[in-house]
């Protein structure tokens, strides 16, 4: 799905992700800023080896990124699978360097304690720019990274130390990425979890 054309400045920060990046800071900087922010919605912050990005998603950028979060719910309670969801939690670690907070992530299975880290991260690219998310995920070692960009949702998996391109997920197999893109051009949320739901339930 393309960005679409807008006639004012406005319009432009409503619908088009707002990204700062800032060079030379220590881990020390990175954790000030996220005390300062607290809970409060907004600003995302990423963290790479003293670079920093502060970003602000579009309205575009929320909503397809709930869009897709229910579709992948819905998915597990279709088939029965354990999905536990964490939204946008702070993953971090100071001797790597890194800290990011997807816009969603989920471990699979009942969890016993609480995880070190997502078994799934996703990430919705709805401009150009920012800091490269899967070199962040690379070294906090997120087994599986998915990127919804262009309509298109792409699969990344860890492999040694590196991520290497899949056409499925791997800790879900059964997941057709087809039929998730088909759902994302629905006319709503609601319409694009129904549409999962009738196509699981034929086949």
């Known amino acids: 799905m393309s960005v ?3 006639s004012t400045l406005s319009d432009i920060a409503t619908h088009v992700d707002q990204h700062v990046i800032l060079h030379g800071l220590r881990w020390a900087d990175y954790e000030a800023l996220l005390a300062m922010r607290g809970d409060s ?9 003293g670079e920093l990005e502060l970003m602000a998603p579009s309205i575009d950028h929320e909503q397809f990124k709930i869009r897709l979060g ?4 819905a998915y597990a309670e279709a088939r029965g699978i354990a999905l536990e969801g964490f939204g946008s939690w702070t993953l971090r670690a100071e001797a790597r360097e890194r800290g990011v907070e997807p816009d969603e992530c989920y471990t699979l299975g009942v969890p016993q304690t609480r995880p070190e880290r997502p078994d799934i991260a996703v990430e919705v690219v ?3 720019g920012g800091l490269d998310k899967l070199e962040v995920y690379r070294g906090l070692g997120v087994p599986e990274v998915w990127i919804w960009r262009d309509g298109t949702l792409r699969f990344h998996l ?3 130390d590196a991520y290497v391109a899949a056409p499925r997920s791997e800790r879900l197999p ?3 990425p087809a039929l998730i893109g088909r759902c994302m051009e629905a006319s ?3 319409r694009a979890v129904a549409m999962l739901r009738e196509a699981l339930a034929k086949g």
């Open 4 to 6: 679409p054309a807008f």
């Open 41 to 49: 919605p907004g600003t995302r912050i990423t963290y790479l080896e």
């Open 70 to 73: 229910r579709l992948l719910i």
């Open 126 to 128: 709805w401009a150009a």
């Open 158 to 160: 860890l492999r040694g």
């Open 174 to 176: 059964g997941l057709d």
């Open 188 to 190: 709503s949320q609601t």
